[in-house]
């Protein structure tokens, strides 16, 4: 008879993406300590990383003693700077530059759930997308990441909502599921007055004036532009183009023939993974606030807002 894999207990040399949740200094030390331990125990691995609340890096400080220098203290401010599919470029940049062979290091990562990730139920959706969608980026790679939750920040709802991003909770769900439940969340509509722009192909020189008039400066005028021109070259041929919002919350809905069927898109780091013209929805989703893709039975929408 066959057995099949058990998905909480990962093979050696695939992604190991766990969680910890903790409601006290105590239980954050209970947790991140024997993970810190592993990973110094772990052979042909760099010092582990613990990206992590200033507070909570002090209580490591502490607790480790001279040990502190093996270990690499990261304020989770510095790492978690913007969007979090700028935060799966953070981590592969990272992994690239720093990790063993085969990616081998250990992670300790707590999200900033007090700032960005956590300000509105929106926010939040892209943050357990990008856990839920890390078990497949980084599935080939033997990165051991154990992700720190913070009831006192992060509250429960959200701790429900990331314990099925990860494999070792017992209620881990398929990571395409689960980006399909969060896009099946209708977006607002396109107001009355939005701006159509026809062609198969929006001008950049009309979204640059476009955005400049609603109050970007020229050079986010310039980002703006390239994220939508790069995302329509990904697309193929539109049907059209939609424009609305005023600085920074400038929106540009792109409507597409054919539908994009990959829950990955733009979020699969190439090579360098800093953004560069070329790149279509990974330059997009880089350098805006949001990339929503709704497909349907007749094509896809894709709505970038730049701020």
Known sequence: MTTRPDPSTPPQDCFDH??????????????????????????????????AAPGN?????????DGVKDVVLVPHTEWYTGSA???????????????GPGGRIHLLMEPVWGGRAGRSPRETAEWIRYEALANLLFAPLATT???????????????????????????????VRLAAELDAVPLPSPPVDAEYLSGPVPAADALR????VQGL??????LFATAVTEAAATLGPLEGA????????????????????????GFVPPPRVEPEPGQG????????????????REGASVRLQYG
């Open 217 to 222: 400066s020229a050079a986010d005028g310039e």
């Open 145 to 175: 990441a154990l992700c720190a939750y913070d009831t006192r920040v992060a509250g429960h709802a959200i701790v429900a909502a990331a314990r099925r991003a990860h494999p070792d909770t017992g209620v881990y769900v398929d990571p």
């Open 281 to 296: 929805l990974w330059f997009a989703r880089q350098v805006c606030a949001y990339v929503d893709v709704r497909d349907d």
């Open 242 to 265: 939609l424009l609305w919002g005023e600085a920074p919350a400038c929106v540009c809905e792109l409507r597409a023939e054919r539908r994009v069927d990959d829950p990955l898109a």
């Open 85 to 99: 599919a700028n935060a799966i470029a953070r981590s592969a940049g990272h992994l690239a530059a720093n990790a």
């Open 209 to 212: 004036t476009w955005a400049t």
């Open 57 to 65: 890096l002090d209580l490591l400080r502490d607790a480790l003693g």
């Open 18 to 51: 766990r969680m910890a949740v903790f409601r006290s200094d105590d239980e954050f030390l209970a947790a991140a300590l024997p993970f810190l331990t592993e990973a110094l125990a772990a052979p042909d691995e760099p010092p582990p990383v613990a990206i």
